[in-house]
């Protein structure tokens, strides 16, 4: 483990572009995102969550497979193969629960048959990990076995907040390499750094007790899987307000739905197959040439609830699809959210 010093980070954000993009928690009109860094950017790190999740460096918003395109008259096609773009990145500031994250979309993705455009995204970057010094009042990634003062095993560098300094700790090939190549940056640590940290992780843990949501009991939802599917006068109770405006499935870190597109060019004779990210609170979600399978909101977002839930534990060991980061419980418009769907199916009558 080794330390830099806060003053010394805009140096170190220097020499980290020179070779790679650089991507850290980055203000703009008051709304923190995950953005290319350059000099006269706003890097705050202070705020523990950001707007959206870093997933749309792993799993871009829209991303083009292959462009087609008429060659004559005979209307013979010729395809071109687009491969995934982008440079090496860096990307810095990711809480444990975002790390926690991609392991989730690893799942997916990665599993056979490989995703070969999100590996490509996945093995160009190199994730640091930032412990929450500030975890907000609507974090609640304990209850997911997440330790928030943790150096999270995704990360290949983890780092911690520590006062006037960070605390960097290799735990990669990548990491490693990236930290010798800045070594120039880094000074060794003393006990009472050891000491610092210890009593930072001890705050937090404090912190992390106080929070209204802290350790939600999943455990608390009975039942088999068709028994919560049927327990329909709690979906209908959501579904009955929300405005499938898709703010829940586009910010949170986990959710991985979405859409194949063709867009035609304007002259008709050429055209490219897109993905981009889709959810499935949209009435048109998975629709096919015979219609929908799930034609009502209380379908679409029982859907939502029951992979978060359900599905995916069943599917890999009991392990969640959410990570608690609480982007949904701040950002749904009709304040409906994966805490009150919880304790709604753990039997408590929580108001809406
Ligand atoms: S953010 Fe809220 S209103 Fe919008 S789709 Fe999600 S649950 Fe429905
Ligand atoms: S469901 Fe909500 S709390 Fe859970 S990971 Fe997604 S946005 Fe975060």
């Given at each position: 483990m080794k330390k830099i010093l806060k003053a010394k980070l805009p140096e170190l954000w220097q020499r980290i572009s020179a070779d790679f993009d650089l991507f850290l928690p980055i203000e703009k009109n008051k709304i923190l995102n995950f953005s290319l860094w350059k000099e006269e950017e706003k890097v705050n790190?202070?705020?523990?969550?950001?707007?959206?999740?870093?997933k749309h460096l792993v799993f871009p918003q829209t991303e083009t497979y292959l462009k087609f395109k008429n060659e004559n008259e005979n209307k013979k096609l010729s395809l071109k193969a687009v491969k995934a773009k982008g440079e090496e990145y860096v990307l810095f500031g990711v809480r444990p629960c975002d790390v926690e994250s991609f392991k989730l979309l690893d799942n997916i993705f990665l599993r056979d048959p490989v995703d070969t455009y999100y590996k490509e995204h996945r093995d160009r970057g190199t994730v640091i990990s930032l412990a929450c010094s500030n975890p907000e009042?609507?974090?609640?990634?304990n209850s997911f076995g997440i330790d928030a003062t943790s150096a999270p095993l995704g990360a290949d560098i983890a780092t911690w907040d520590i006062g006037d300094s960070f605390l960097w700790k290799a735990q990669s090939e990548k990491g490693q390499k990236l930290m010798e190549n800045t070594k120039e940056f880094f000074i060794d640590i003393q006990e009472k750094d050891t000491q610092n940290l210890e009593q930072e992780k001890d705050d937090i843990q404090e912190n992390l007790k106080d929070l209204?949501?802290?350790?939600?009991?999943?455990?608390?939802?009975?039942?088999?899987q068709q028994e919560i599917f049927d327990r329909e006068e709690i979906w209908n109770e959501f579904s009955e307000r929300c405005l499938a405006c898709g703010t829940c499935s586009y910010l949170c870190p986990t959710c991985h739905c979405y859409d194949l597109r063709d867009y035609k060019g304007s002259n008709h004779n050429h055209g490219e197959k897109f993905r981009c990210w889709d959810s499935c609170?949209?009435?048109?979600?998975?629709?096919m040439a015979h219609g929908n399978p799930r034609t009502s909101q209380m379908q679409r977002l029982r859907q939502r609830f029951m992979h978060k839930l359900v599905y995916y534990p069943k599917n890999h060991e009991g392990v969640y699809s959410c990570v608690g980061c609480g982007r949904c419980v701040e950002k749904c418009p009709v304040h409906i959210d994966i805490i009150k769907i919880i304790k709604k199916l753990g039997g408590e009558n929580n108001e809406l």
């Open positions: 790190l202070d705020r523990v969550r950001t707007n959206a999740s870093p009042d609507t974090c609640f990634c209204p949501f802290n350790n939600i009991d999943l455990s608390k939802i009975k039942g088999t609170m949209s009435s048109d979600f998975t629709l």
